[in-house]
């Protein structure tokens, strides 16, 4: 569930920026904060770069979730999920933003700006800070998703 006093945090990549721009206006309006760990335009640019800082800074735990988007939202969700704790989910549709939450209790979406319509995106985003995690027989799974063998 959205907490309004604490930040979101959110990064793209130059295919991502427009949508990552469009999501903070649409979404400040509804009470979401964000801190924007850049890409700042639409020059070419690594998307390594702006999800690095994010992760380490949702693992840090100085916010508890974020959104991350690149053309596909395979590559932002790769970095991401180097770190320990992160659980990041390319979303697509609502169900599968949904359960991302519900059953993988994912903390980070990564969305693909070129495969999604923005306000899609919107509602994906809405979606995604708005379920909760189940638990239940989903919480030995996440728990697992950390072990290092």
């Not at 920026?17 to 640019?45: A, P, Q, R, V, W």
């Not at 319509?117 to 919107?122: C, I, L, N, Q, T």
Request: glycine letters at 8%; a neutral charge; one cysteine or more.
């Amino acid at each position: 569930m959205v907490d309004f006093n604490n930040p979101i945090a959110i990064a793209s990549d130059h295919a991502g920026f427009c949508l990552k721009e469009y999501l903070k206006e649409k979404l400040l309006e509804e009470g979401f904060i964000f801190n924007d760990f850049g890409t700042f335009s639409k020059e070419s640019m690594d998307y390594p770069d702006t999800v690095h800082p994010l992760a380490k800074a949702i693992q840090d735990k100085k916010f508890s979730g974020g959104i991350i988007i690149c053309g596909s939202g395979n590559g932002v969700a790769m970095v991401a999920n180097k770190y320990r704790d992160i659980r990041a989910a390319v979303c697509w549709n609502e169900e599968i933003t949904r359960l991302s939450r519900q059953h993988n209790n994912a903390n980070v979406i990564a969305l693909p700006a070129r495969f999604l319509p923005k306000e899609e995106a919107v509602k994906l985003v809405r979606t995604f800070f708005n379920t909760g995690f189940e638990g239940g027989r989903h919480e030995r799974r996440v728990m697992k998703i950390s072990e290092v063998l």
